[in-house]
């Protein structure tokens, strides 16, 4: 079974080793990823081909809607590890427009246990409820919303104490929100960049 991915995955490694025939044996023995990707599990938007680096050079953590909540055991250990054990120096939140998991968080259909996970983003939606509501455009609103999203990811993010502890340490760390756009390829940045604990209120306001 699954054959084409075991011969795709063969080929995948043939190449790597053709170009570079270190690759594996400098892997196997070390990690040292400068960046944290924090993203959407869709399966469209895949973090190291989108920003061209290796394995080893990105740490990744993904689920539906690239949600950063602070009570999310999986993603708490993921923050600490990266920031306390590999000294990543950047955090990426990246939200996807055309994200699903944000249109089914408030589209008022009932899909069970996920209505739970996608709460923060309802919680978004009434926060912002004025100007999401004065966007005419079905899909720009739902685009707003997704930036939306991210930013507040990214003020979970830099309000955890792992993060504010970096900082409190000297530890040199930003934490970024960026959008990428399944119609060419490009992430965008939302400039919410967080380098200190004084950039909280600063860079993100009230959100």
């Known amino acids: ?25 400098r892997l196997e023995n070390q990690q040292a990823p400068q960046y944290l990707w924090i993203g959407c599990s869709d ?27 602070p009570q999310d055991a999986n993603y708490l250990s993921v923050l600490q590890y ?3 054990v590999l000294k990543v120096r950047h955090i990426m939140v990246v939200g996807h427009y055309g994200c699903g998991g944000v249109a089914a968080a408030v589209d008022g259909q009932r899909r069970g246990l996920i209505d739970h996970w996608l709460h923060p983003i309802r919680e978004v939606h ?23 999203n991210v930013i507040r990811q990214v003020k979970n993010v830099a309000s955890d104490i792992f993060v504010q502890d970096a900082w409190a340490r000297g530890q040199a760390l930003s934490v970024h929100g960026w959008v990428y756009s399944l119609s060419n390829g490009i992430a965008n940045d939302l400039n919410v960049t967080v380098r200190k604990i004084d950039d909280v209120p600063e860079v993100l306001g009230d959100f």
């Open 1 to 25: 079974m699954l054959d084409h991915l075991k011969a795709n995955n063969r080929a995948w490694s043939e190449r790597k080793t053709q170009v570079d025939p270190d690759f594996f044996t």
């Open 43 to 69: 399966s469209r938007v895949p973090a190291n081909e989108i920003v061209g680096l290796d394995p080893g050079e990105l740490f990744v953590h993904r689920n539906v809607a690239n949600l950063a909540p």
């Open 82 to 84: 990266s920031v306390d």
């Open 126 to 148: 009434a926060h912002h409820r004025g100007e999401l509501e004065a966007i005419e455009n079905d899909r720009a609103r739902w685009d707003r919303l997704v930036e939306l």
